[in-house]
Structures are given as C-alpha cells and as structure tokens.
C-alpha cells in the first residue's frame, strides 16, 4: 500500500453511540454479541463505515 491510498473510514465507539442515540456500552454489547463488525488498531475498537452503512441499511436486531 502506498502512502497516498486511502484506508477504509472507521469511527469511535462513541460516535457510533452518538449517532444510534446509546451509550457506549450498548455499542459494546453489539459486538459482544456479534451484531456488530468492528476492528482493532492496537488497544482502539473501531466501526468501519461500510459496517455504519449496513446498519442504516438493513437495522440492528436486538433479539
């Protein structure tokens, strides 16, 4: 990969919380629960924006 590639956007677990209108631990509880793809960068969790486009898309089961 080249410098100049760009590399998929991923938010915060906050920001995810933000915008679904949970808290963080919800959030946190998605991807416990495997409702929700996330990906590590060292100690950081983060939600790559075509996993926020899913969700918009198809919505999150919360059964």
Same mark, same amino acid.
């Given at each position: 990969m %080249?410098? %100049?590639q760009?590399l !998929? @956007?991923?938010? %915060? *677990? !906050?920001?995810v @919380?933000? /915008?679904?209108?949970v808290s963080?631990k %919800? =959030? $946190? &509880?998605?991807?416990?629960?495997g409702?929700?793809k =996330? =990906? $590590?960068f &060292? /100690?950081?969790i $983060? =939600?790559p924006? @075509?996993?926020?486009? $899913?969700?918009? /898309?198809d &919505?999150?089961s *919360?059964h």
């Amino acid at each position: 990969m %080249t410098r %100049t590639q760009e590399l !998929p @956007a991923h938010k %915060t *677990l !906050p920001e995810v @919380a933000k /915008r679904y209108g949970v808290s963080e631990k %919800t =959030v $946190r &509880g998605w991807h416990q629960s495997g409702k929700l793809k =996330v =990906v $590590r960068f &060292g /100690r950081s969790i $983060r =939600v790559p924006d @075509a996993e926020i486009e $899913r969700i918009d /898309r198809d &919505g999150i089961s *919360l059964h």
